[in-house]
């Protein structure tokens, strides 16, 4: 069994991003920016509280202090200083959660920040060392780092990712490189229904790949998020897998 989950709240002062109330409609948890990569305070307390209206999950979504790029720049960070912004934007997002009546219940790192502590382990632990005791971490599936959170006994949510290529090693796909990103709503679907049954997907070479998930996440900056998300919905609860 999966649920599904989306990166929300990535609204900033007057630029929108997404249809954050349609996709709370749909998806199972939300992961909501925390003000570094984007968002802010009161996209923050707006998206918990619809959220917590439609009794979705809420995560706080972290990543580097880069609005300009969205967060998806890799960032030479201090240990302490990851430890430090990794807690101050979960503690940011409680506050705002608690107002909605909503409350966080796991942390997903953001662009650049989830790939990089994937494989890399003094950034994985600085953020592991930012999290509230008990605080789960939704980390990419079949990462180095769901190992290294394990060991120190922090709940890992496992997550794959329905609208992108993956590499032989079962990492994503750069962004950087063309058809990283799956455009066909019917290839996105197969690739959800695979990774919910458990069955290999194909790499963008060609090879099998498996891919084990408790979450899937499909992205909310996506033009045609919406009408994939209930898609994916629709053929998982056909099939009893969501």
Request: aromatic share 6%.
């Amino acid at each position: 069994m999966v649920d599904l989950n989306a990166d929300l709240g990535e609204r900033f002062g007057l630029w929108p991003m997404g249809d954050d109330a349609a996709m709370l409609a749909v998806v199972d948890r939300a992961n909501v920016a925390c003000g570094f990569h984007a968002g802010d305070a009161a996209t923050m307390i707006d998206t918990c509280t619809e959220a917590a209206r439609r009794g979705v999950m809420v995560g706080a979504h972290v990543g580097y202090r880069d609005l300009a790029g969205f967060g998806r720049r890799d960032m030479a960070y201090a240990p302490r200083e990851l430890t430090a912004e990794t807690l101050y934007q979960i503690g940011a997002l409680e506050a705002c959660a608690r107002r909605a009546g909503a409350a966080v219940s796991y942390v997903k790192p953001h662009g650049a920040l989830y790939n990089r502590i994937a494989w890399d382990r003094p950034q994985a632990e600085a953020v592991f060392d930012g999290l509230p005791e008990g605080m789960p971490i939704m980390l990419l599936a079949g990462c180095e780092a769901t190992e290294w959170a394990r060991e120190r006994g922090i709940e890992v949510i496992e997550e794959a990712f329905i609208d992108r290529a993956y590499t032989a090693q079962g990492r994503l796909m750069s962004r950087s490189q063309p058809g990283a990103v799956l455009h066909d709503p019917e290839a996105a679907v197969a690739q959800a229904v695979a990774f919910a049954r458990g069955e290999s997907i194909t790499s963008v070479d060609g090879q099998a790949v498996s891919v084990r998930a408790d979450s899937l996440c499909v992205h909310g900056d996506n033009p045609a998020a919406v009408e994939l998300a209930r898609r994916v919905a629709e053929r998982l609860d056909a099939l009893g897998l969501r």
